[in-house]
C-alpha cells in the first residue's frame, strides 16, 4: 500500500497480520482521499471544504446505520462501514481527522507550540489510537504513548518538508519559536541557513526525538509483528532526526528521506530495540 500522500500512516505491509490488513487499508483509503482533497489540485477552498463536510455526512450516514448517501464515495464508505463495526472503531477518530484536513484548507500559520499539538491531536493522533482499537490493546497507557509517537511522526514530516510546506504558503513552524531564535519567514523564501536557523531546526529536533523516545516502549507492549511495525516507525522517524543533522539542519537543499541503505541499521536497531535512545 503506497504512502506518499498520507506520511503519518503505517504501511499494511507483511509485518501486519492478514486479518488487520483490511481494516488498516479500508482506514488509510479514508485518510489519504480526504488528504488529497484538502492538499491535492486546484479546487477553491469553498469546494474542499464542502467535500470534506460530503465526508461528515457519510461517517454520520455510518452512524446511524444507513448505506452511503453519496454514489461517488461508495466504495471508500461502504468499506469503511463494514470495519468500523467489526471492530467497533470510534467514529470520532474519523471526524477528528477531518476537522484537521479542514483547518488546512484555511489556517497556514500556527503561534505556539501547543497550537500545533492540537493541531496534532486531530491530524495524526487518531491514526495511533484506531490502530490499537484493532489490536484490542488501547489502554490509556498505551493510547498516550500512542499520541507520542504520532505527533513526533507529525512534527518530524513538517521539520523534513519546510520547503515543500512553503510552496503551499504553510509554516508549521510555531511562531513564538521563530521569533525567540530571531528566524523570519525570509529565512524559508530564500532558504537561508543561517546560525539562528539551525538553532531553531536543532530545538524542534530535539522537541520531536524526546517525544518519540518516550512513547517508543508501546512497541515493546504489543505483540508479535504489530510491536515489529512499530518499531519500524518509531526507528524510520529517529533516522530523519539523524538526517536532518547530518545535514546541518539545512532542509531546503536536503530533504532527509530514508533510503534503501537505512532498512539494514533500522533492522538492527529493531533487533536491538531496548536500548533505544
Known amino acids: 500500500m503506497p504512502v506518499d500522500h498520507y506520511e503519518n500512516f503505517p504501511v499494511a505491509s507483511l509485518l501486519l497480520p492478514a486479518r488487520l490488513r483490511e ?17 491535492e489540485g486546484d479546487a477553491t477552498p469553498v469546494a474542499r471544504l464542502a467535500r470534506l463536510n460530503d465526508y461528515r455526512i ?29 471492530h467497533r472503531l470510534p467514529l470520532q477518530y474519523f471526524r477528528d481527522l477531518l476537522d484537521a484536513f479542514s483547518q488546512d484548507v ?13 493541531y496534532c491531536r486531530r491530524s495524526a493522533n487518531p491514526v495511533g489510537r484506531l490502530l490499537l482499537h484493532l ?12 499520541d507520542l509517537i504520532c505527533t513526533s511522526l507529525q ?20 511562531q513564538a519559536d521563530m521569533a525567540r531564535f530571531g528566524v523570519s519567514e525570509d529565512h524559508i ?30 512497541a515493546r507492549q504489543l505483540p508479535g509483528r504489530i510491536g515489529w511495525e512499530l518499531r519500524l516507525m518509531v ?22 528521506t530514508l ?19
Open 23 to 39: 481494516p488498516v487499508e479500508a482506514i488509510y483509503a479514508f485518510a489519504r482521499s480526504a488528504d488529497d482533497i484538502a492538499d
Open 58 to 86: 457519510e461517517l454520520n450516514a455510518i452512524d446511524a446505520g444507513q448505506p452511503p448517501r453519496d454514489a461517488s464515495l461508495a466504495p471508500i464508505f461502504a468499506r469503511l462501514a463494514t470495519n468500523v463495526r467489526a
Open 106 to 118: 484555511g489556517k497556514t500559520r500556527y503561534a505556539d507550540f501547543a497550537e500545533l499539538l492540537d
Open 135 to 146: 489490536y484490542d490493546a488501547a489502554t490509556p497507557d498505551n493510547l498516550r504513548r500512542s
Open 155 to 174: 512534527l518530524i514530516n513538517f521539520w523534513q518538508d519546510v520547503a515543500i510546506d512553503w510552496r503551499k504558503r504553510r509554516i508549521y513552524l510555531p
Open 189 to 218: 523564501d530564500s532558504t537561508r541557513c543561517d546560525d539562528a536557523w539551525r538553532a531553531l531546526m536543532d530545538f524542534e529536533v530535539q522537541r520531536a526525538r524526546a517525544m518519540m523516545v518516550e512513547g517508543a516502549p508501546l
Open 235 to 256: 526507528l524510520g522517524g529517529l533516522r530523519i532526526l539523524e538526517r536532518i543533522e547530518k545535514a546541518d539542519y539545512d532542509v531546503f537543499r536536503h530533504r532527509p
Open 259 to 277: 533510503t534503501r541503505s537505512d532498512w539494514p541499521r533500522l533492522a538492527w536497531r529493531a533487533v536491538h530495540y531496548p536500548r533505544i535512545r
